[in-house]
């Protein structure tokens, strides 16, 4: 009688751990799609780009007011914030980076530029369509998926799977398509591409767009599992995060990093408590900074001399 | 009168913040984007101080630079070493956490619902008299060896670093200084005030900052001054248009920083021997005429 009841318990604290598992991987996926996004641009430009948060804003609430109009299914709101996030990249880029590589600026100015590019997103929702929150209804209903008795979300497995599916698709866009060898070469030398008859100012453009295709989706995502409110771009810190445990600089360490962060975050708040969450994370953070400051992968980009 | 002379002190202790925040990116060219919460710690550690324990205000305000100083120390101990994005970043995510502990220690501070009852303390002269010293404090250690030093590094590292200069060691003291001169900012705010909560230091209260610096100009402590001012004031004045005021504001910047990067007032910097040449144009008008 005894034993079955532990058996009970342990069962049932084995199906909580894999929920809660599953819920880190899915917004551990989120994470990596915003920390990949965000080292696109760090790659090729070197600098961060906090306007990536406003990107995925924008995204987020062209998503939203797509799925008011037209009463979108999943797959197809995911796509208008993906592609209202590209574009929102390239505007942002033509109007605030551009001018600056012209100049040939010290990165400072990068910074401060791309963040100022973040606030403008947040103040044009702020001004357009106010600070009131908005939620998504439930795509996929209520529906769990059950295996082997346990049972899942079936919307965060399904992010999950997403979130995979378009960081491999990233993969196969940077390493097999002409265009995507181009995106490569200006990160690693832009100097060098250029006089190998690369053109640079529209690989940057395209960079953007790709990055800008990730914020938006990442976006929609934040703005399902959360709610969209004008301060959602502030998340791009976690992507920051992820970027800095998994290694600024290369392109597989944020994804690692990302994951990292969301099962982190997710088991930190089951056990202990949301709003001990940040604090922890920060401590996290300087521990890491401290004791590796290279992340997961490695690599160190010095500045640029 | 009152109402002109609470303007004033806003401006003058925003003032203050952004010299704070000046010094920093001005002198070593790191951006922080927690300077707000500095303020936060400063406004509720002298606050606290006054309100559980009635310490008189002037030993609060020492106290609570002190204790933001060494807050200050910590989180840049990691980071003074990396590149400058990681400083900038790990300030921000330093402004969340203290969010976080702020409204979370409910019994201590008040949570969200904000520290009242600091005693009224601050008046006009008391913080004009400050400005003039955190001004003339600033303005003798940028002319100072050290601060040349920091203005090499700022423009150069790699260069400032092979003639021997210990970088990260003069970005942390300086990175201490702001975090004091911030902090001190703070603790008058709190004082003016009376009452604080930690809406008040959040990240766009950072950002603003930070943006009131480049506005002025990274090279100019007197263009900061003007720049803030007139910055502080028109937001004041525009309020009736609502949130298009930030948009349109945070719009200027952009374009400024595309075109002007070295803000309005460059290089600019107002001088004694300004205003001896200023006067010299009509002694020599007069000369002449004799």
């Not at chain 1, 532990?6 to 990596?32: C, D, I, P, T």
């Not at chain 2, 009152?2 to 913040?17: D, E, H, L, M, T």
């Not at chain 2, 990274?218 to 948009?247: D, H, K, P, Q, Y």
């Not at chain 2, 374009?255 to 002007?260: A, S």
Request: with cysteine.
């Amino acid at each position: 009688m005894k034993a079955g009841l532990l058996l009970r318990n342990v069962k049932k604290e084995l199906e909580v751990f894999l929920q809660q598992l599953l819920n880190g991987l899915s917004s551990g996926g989120v994470y990596a799609l915003m920390a990949v996004g965000f080292g696109l641009i760090y790659n090729v430009l070197k600098f961060s780009n906090f306007s990536h948060g406003g990107v995925m804003l924008i995204g987020c609430y062209t998503a939203y007011f797509a799925f008011k109009i037209f009463h979108s299914s999943l797959f197809l709101t995911l796509l208008f914030g993906a592609i209202s996030g590209g574009f929102c990249a390239v505007i942002f880029e033509k109007l605030a980076i551009a001018p600056l590589r012209k100049r040939n600026a010290p990165k400072v100015y990068f910074f401060v530029n791309s963040i100022n590019g973040g606030l403008l997103a947040e103040y044009l929702i702020v001004a357009t369509v106010g600070v009131f929150f908005h939620t998504f209804p439930d795509f996929l209903g209520t529906a769990n998926i059950n295996i082997r008795q346990i049972s899942f979300s079936k919307l965060n497995l399904t992010m999950f799977t997403i979130s995979l599916i378009t960081l491999f698709g990233l993969m196969w866009y940077l390493y097999k398509t002409k265009s995507g060898r181009a995106i490569r070469a200006v990160a690693c030398d832009i100097n060098t591409a250029s006089l190998m008859g690369v053109d640079v100012n529209r690989v940057i453009s395209l960079t953007f767009f790709v990055s800008g295709l990730l914020g938006g989706l990442s976006g929609v995502f934040l703005g399902i599992s959360y709610t969209i409110y004008p301060q959602l771009g502030k998340m791009i810190v976690k992507g920051w995060m992820a970027s800095v445990i998994g290694g600024l600089g290369s392109l597989l360490g944020p994804v690692v990093g990302g994951i990292l962060l969301g099962v982190l975050e997710t088991f930190l708040t089951a056990y202990i408590g949301s709003s001990f969450t940040p604090i922890l994370e920060f401590i996290i953070l300087l521990m890491f900074l401290l004791i590796r400051p290279q992340g997961i992968a490695g690599i160190i980009v010095e500045e640029k001399v | 009168m009152s109402f002109y002379q609470g303007v004033i002190i806003i401006v003058v202790i925003n003032v203050i913040a952004v010299i704070g925040n000046f010094l920093l990116t001005g002198m070593t060219g790191l951006l922080s984007f927690g300077q707000a919460s500095f303020m936060a710690l400063g406004a509720y550690i002298s606050g606290l101080l006054a309100v559980k324990f009635n310490i008189p205000f002037p030993l609060a305000i020492l106290l609570a630079i002190i204790a933001s100083v060494f807050v200050g120390f910590i989180i840049a101990l990691p980071v003074v070493k990396l590149r400058r994005d990681y400083f900038a970043l790990t300030t921000f995510a330093f402004g969340e956490f203290l969010k976080a502990v702020l409204n979370l220690s409910v019994t201590i501070t008040g949570g969200a619902t904000g520290l009242a009852g600091i005693p009224y303390k601050v008046n006009i002269w008391i913080v004009l008299i400050s400005l003039i010293i955190v001004i003339l404090l600033v303005r003798n250690f940028r002319n100072s060896k050290f601060g040349k030093e920091c203005l090499a590094i700022r423009d150069d590292e790699l260069a400032a670093r092979s003639c021997g200069i210990d970088s990260s060691r003069k970005k942390m003291t300086v990175f201490l200084f702001s975090v004091a001169i911030t902090s001190f900012a703070g603790c008058l705010y709190g004082f003016y005030t009376c009452y604080i909560d930690p809406s008040m230091f959040g990240w766009t209260k950072s950002s603003e900052l930070v943006i009131m610096v480049f506005f002025g100009g990274l090279n100019s402590l007197t263009g900061v001054i003007i720049g803030t001012t007139f910055l502080t004031l028109s937001l004041e004045i525009l309020r009736f248009t609502g949130a298009w005021r930030m948009f349109i504001y945070v719009l200027i910047m952009i374009i400024l920083i595309d075109f002007r990067p070295q803000g309005v007032f460059a290089n600019w910097e107002l001088e004694w021997t300004t205003f001896e040449k200023l006067l010299q144009v009509p002694l020599s008008i007069i000369k002449k005429e004799k």
